[in-house]
């Protein structure tokens, strides 16, 4: 089983829907997650960053953890076609102190917002 | 966006020959990473430095090797480049545990 799962999709949908877009862990010792947006051809850009379980809202976008579960969600409303791309999670646990911040990153789930 | 440059934005080059790419940054971020993104298995670390010169292997880290001489560079060398490093490579930064990513720099080797 790898450590973080995310359906890589494609998913489409219509300008306006809502937007759910999730990720399954197995490591329990994951503590901060975080939201990354890709564009074809760009670098990631963090989106939303978030520590322990719990809701943290952004504009239009909300992320959800729920650690009981292992399962974290990003939710986008009033989506636009500006918010095609793909969209990775990563997750890290405390820092030890040693060595460096090391996340472990989904695969991506492309998200194409149709106008 | 992050002040991360990475340089060349685009390279292809012969099997064999030795490639470097460039990271540098102005945000003076203790911790630099370099990862390469490939189809089907997403971003994969290669190497990263927690300080002037200390750095340490990722998870893909054969055939590369890296340098940091000062806080803002941060260098990936390829000694002899081959088919399966065709990639596309990002720079990554940190200092309290987000990432921030370059823009990436694409290789093919031929």
């Known amino acids: 089983q790898k450590e973080v799962e995310q359906d890589p999709g494609p998913l489409s949908v219509p300008e306006g829907a809502i937007v759910s877009l999730n990720c399954t862990y197995s490591?329990?010792?994951?503590?901060?997650f975080m939201w990354y947006r890709q564009y074809s051809r760009k670098g990631p850009e963090l989106l939303m960053y978030?520590?322990?379980?719990g809701n943290k809202e952004d504009g239009r976008f909300t992320a959800q953890v729920d650690k009981s579960s292992k399962y974290i969600s990003l939710f986008i409303r009033d989506s636009q076609p500006s918010d095609s791309a793909t969209y990775l999670c990563?997750?890290?646990?405390?820092?030890?102190?040693?060595?460096?911040?090391?996340?472990?990153f989904g695969k991506g789930t492309k998200l194409s917002v149709i106008p | 966006d992050a002040g991360i440059t990475q340089s060349p934005r685009h390279k292809v080059t012969e099997t064999g020959t030795p490639v470097t790419l460039r990271c540098h940054q102005t945000?003076?971020?203790?911790?630099m990473y370099w990862y390469r993104q490939d189809p089907g298995h997403g971003l994969r670390l290669i190497h990263y430095?927690?300080?002037?010169?200390?750095?340490d292997k990722g998870e893909v880290s054969d055939g590369y090797s890296v340098s940091r001489s000062k806080t803002e560079d941060f260098l990936l060398t390829l000694e002899s480049a081959t088919s399966s490093q065709t990639s596309v490579y990002f720079c990554?930064?940190?200092?309290?545990?987000?990432?921030?990513f370059g823009e990436g720099s694409r290789l093919t080797v031929l």
């Open positions: 990554a930064i940190s200092n309290t545990g987000e990432l921030f």
């Open positions: 490591n329990s010792a994951f503590q901060y």
């Open positions: 978030t520590y322990s379980s």
């Open positions: 990563a997750m890290r646990d405390s820092y030890s102190g040693a060595g460096s911040y090391q996340l472990t």
């Open positions: 945000e003076n971020h203790r911790y």
């Open positions: 430095s927690y300080g002037v010169k200390d750095t």
